[in-house]
């Protein structure tokens, strides 16, 4: 079993809907819980993450956490055709340690 | 402007034939790292440096060699290129080791013949 499983999508939806990406994670040590942006061509980038269990809000995006249930979650309002790219969860251990998921690839179409 | 630079992003080489990637930043972060992207396995972390003269083994370590002799650079050697090594290869740098907030070079895509 890997450590975080991804869901690859794709996942195609129509501008302005709201998405949801999910991830599910294995070790319970994990505390830190990052997403990163990946476009077409390009190395990813830190979009938000979260500490611990609960949610944070940043413009159109939320991400959130349950421990209890080791599932992470990355919601998009109003979802916009610049959204398009790959969503990478990744949860922190230690030392910079991130273990990825393999990434969903969204498409959001005007 | 900041950023990470990885040389070359495209190359074609032949079993065997060493070559070198190399990595630079401009940030003066101290922690660099690489990784490798394959469909469905995601991106997974070969060697890492906490700072200068200072690596360490990641996941995926076979195959390949690094260096940090300045802070700024960190370049990623395959000594014997294999088929299985063709893959996106991407460094990245942070400002510490524990910050969680990676940034990435564009990659650099290599095919082993």
């Known amino acids: 079993q890997k450590e975080v499983e991804q869901d690859p999508g794709p996942l195609s939806v129509p501008e302005g809907a709201i998405v949801s990406l999910n991830c599910t994670y294995s070790?319970?040590?994990?505390?830190?819980f990052m997403w990163y942006r990946q476009y077409s061509r390009k190395g990813p980038e830190l979009l938000m993450y979260?500490?611990?269990?609960g949610n944070k809000e940043d413009g159109r995006f939320t991400a959130q956490v349950d421990k209890s249930s080791k599932y992470i979650s990355l919601f998009i309002r109003d979802s916009q055709p610049s959204d398009s790219a790959t969503y990478l969860c990744?949860?922190?251990?230690?030392?910079?340690?991130?273990?990825f998921g393999a990434g969903t690839r969204l498409a959001v179409h005007p | 402007e900041a950023q990470v630079t990885q040389n070359p992003r495209y190359l074609i080489t032949v079993t065997g034939k060493k070559l070198t990637v190399t990595c630079s930043q401009n940030m003066n972060h101290e922690y660099m790292s690489w990784y490798r992207q394959d469909p469905g396995l995601g991106l997974r972390q070969i060697y890492y440096?906490?700072?200068?003269?200072?690596?360490d083994k990641g996941d995926v370590p076979e195959g390949y060699k690094v260096s940090r002799k300045e802070k700024r650079n960190f370049p990623l050697i395959l000594e014997s290129p294999s088929p299985n090594q063709t893959s996106l290869y991407f460094c990245a740098s942070s400002l510490g080791p524990n910050t969680g907030e990676l940034f990435f070079g564009e990659g650099s895509r290599l095919t082993v013949l």
């Open positions: 070790n319970s040590a994990f505390q830190y």
């Open positions: 979260t500490y611990s269990s």
């Open positions: 440096s906490m700072n200068v003269e200072v690596t």
């Open positions: 990744a949860p922190k251990g230690g030392y910079n340690k991130l273990i």
